[in-house]
C-alpha cells in the first residue's frame, strides 16, 4: 500500500532558533533524521511507495534524499576507488514529492496528494515524527477485515503529570498519574480508505474533521499499542531518542531485529 507521510508543518517546539527553517521530520536520530526511520519501518512491512506531503523546509527533504548517501548506513567495500553497497535503503523505494502549501492543515494536505494514490482502496498515513514498533500488519489486516472507514493507532497517554480530585470544600480526594487514566492518545499511525475524503473539508484536519466525523457514524476503529511509542514534539524528546540510538536501544528500528540479511538488496553506489 501507499504511505502518505505529512511533512511540512513548522514544528516550531522543535526549532533552535529564529532562522533555524528546519521541518521537524529531518531532525536527526543517529545518521539519519526522522523520516527516514519511519519510512524504514514501513518499507520493512513491505510498504516502500510514499507520497510526501512538502510544506516548510520542503528543500531540505529534497535535498536529503536527492543527495542520499547509502554509505552512512550500510556496509560497503571500497575496491579501486568503486563503492561496492553489500546492502541499500532506499533503492526499491518510490518516492514522490508533493507541494502541499506551507499554511495547510494535515486534511488538506491529504486532500492536495487524493490523485497520487490513484484511487487504491486502501492507503496508509503518518505524522512523519512518532516513531514506535507496532505491529503493523495486524493493524493493516485487521482494519482490511472491518467495515469502517480509517483506523487510529492509539496509546496511552505519555504525560508524566498527576490529575487531582477536589472537592467542593477544596480538599484533595485522589492523585492519579495521567498515564493510568482509562484514556487513549492518538498515536499518529493511520490505515485509511477513499471513504475519509468525503467527511475532510476544504482547508480542514484529518483527525478532528475526518476522523471525529466517521467516528459520530462508527465508522472509525482503533488499534491499541501498548508497546513503545516515543513522539518528538520537543527537543528534549528528540534528544532522549538520539541518545538511546547511540546506546543502541532503538526497538522502534523492526529492521534490525528481523533475520540479518532478510530484504537486504545489494548495489552499487
Known amino acids: 500500500m501507499k504511505v502518505v507521510l505529512f511533512c511540512g508543518g513548522y514544528g516550531m517546539r522543535m526549532r533552535s532558533g529564529a532562522s533555524d527553517d528546519v521541518p521537524k521530520p529531518m531532525a536527526m536520530v543517529g545518521p539519519r533524521p526522522l523520516i527516514w526511520h519511519v519510512m524504514r519501518y514501513y518499507a520493512h512491512y513491505g510498504h516502500r511507495e510514499f507520497i510526501l506531503c512538502l510544506g516548510y523546509g520542503a528543500h531540505h527533504i529534497k535535498e536529503f534524499f536527492l543527495s542520499y548517501e547509502e554509505t552512512a548506513s550500510n556496509d560497503f567495500v571500497l575496491r579501486g576507488g568503486r563503492t561496492e ?27 492536495r496528494v487524493r490523485h497520487h494514490l490513484d484511487g487504491d482502496e486502501m492507503f496508509l498515513a503518518n505524522y512523519a515524527d512518532v516513531l514506535t ?36 470544600d477544596g480538599l484533595v480526594g485522589g492523585i492519579t498519574a495521567v498515564s493510568e487514566l482509562p484514556l487513549w492518545e492518538n498515536g499518529g499511525y493511520f490505515v485509511l480508505r477513499q471513504e ?39 527537543v528534549k524528546e528528540r534528544a532522549a531518542l538520539d ?3 547511540a546506546r543502541g536501544e532503538r526497538p522502534w528500528a523492526v529492521w534490525e531485529h528481523a533475520d540479518a540479511g532478510a530484504g537486504a538488496g545489494v548495489g552499487t553506489a
Open 85 to 111: 553497497l553489500l546492502s541499500t535503503d532506499i533503492s526499491d523505494w518510490t518516492i514522490t514529492f508533493a507541494q502541499t502549501g506551507i499554511e495547510s492543515p494535515i486534511g488538506e494536505r491529504l486532500r
Open 133 to 168: 514498533d507496532a505491529p503493523l500488519p495486524q493493524m493493516v489486516e485487521r482494519f482490511a477485515r472491518r467495515d469502517a472507514g480509517a483506523s487510529m493507532m492509539v496509546v496511552p497517554p505519555q504525560s508524566s503529570f498527576h490529575c487531582v480530585e477536589l472537592g467542593e
Open 196 to 234: 475519509v475524503f468525503d467527511h475532510i473539508p476544504e482547508n480542514g484536519d484529518l483527525v478532528a474533521d475526518g476522523c471525529a466525523r466517521l467516528a459520530k457514524r462508527g465508522r472509525l476503529v482503533a488499534h491499541r499499542h501498548r508497546g513503545f511509542w516515543k513522539p518528538t514534539d520537543t
Open 243 to 245: 541518545e538511546a540510538y
